[in-house]
Nanobody, 127 residues
Framework: QVQPVESGGGSVQGGGSLSLSCAGF????????VGWFRQAAGKEREGVAL???????KYADSVKGRFTISHDNAKNTLGLQMSSLKSEDTATYYC?????????????????????WGQGTQVTVFS
């Protein structure tokens, strides 16, 4: 069973960069639809970026051009490179793997029960 474990969060000044990593995939990470989601205080969880098993990537409009999602096949992990960070990027970031493959894997139609979730890692962007 997939048990995502995130690492790499922290605090960074606005305009800076951070990288997140997610491990815990029993099979090659590229076989899953996997993604990053985030939840800011007092807000609903939202999709940030995902990669489907066919390699298709999706990004939220708010992070396009600033965040990059990728597999590290050598380490069998999922990464998220974040740059030009803004205060509004402050949130707990969750790694997730879809339970039912690409079919129910979406950034926008989020149903928590359709994913395996990590515990989350905090990202704080200060000015």
């Amino acid at each position: 069973q997939v048990q995502p474990v995130e690492s790499g969060g922290g605090s960074v000044q606005g305009g800076g960069s951070l990288s997140l990593s997610c491990a815990g995939f029993p099979y090659a990470v590229s076989r899953y639809c996997v993604g990053w989601f985030r939840q800011a205080a007092g807000k609903e969880r939202e999709g940030v970026a995902l990669i489907k098993s066919d390699g298709t990537t999706k990004y939220a409009d708010s992070v396009k051009g600033r965040f990059t999602i990728s597999h590290d096949n050598a380490k069998n992990t999922l990464g998220l490179q974040m740059s030009s960070l803004k205060s509004e990027d402050t949130a707990t970031y969750y790694c997730a793997a879809a339970k039912y493959g690409d079919y129910l894997c979406s950034l926008t139609q989020l149903k928590v029960e359709n994913y395996y979730w990590g515990q989350g890692t905090q990202v704080t962007v200060f000015s």
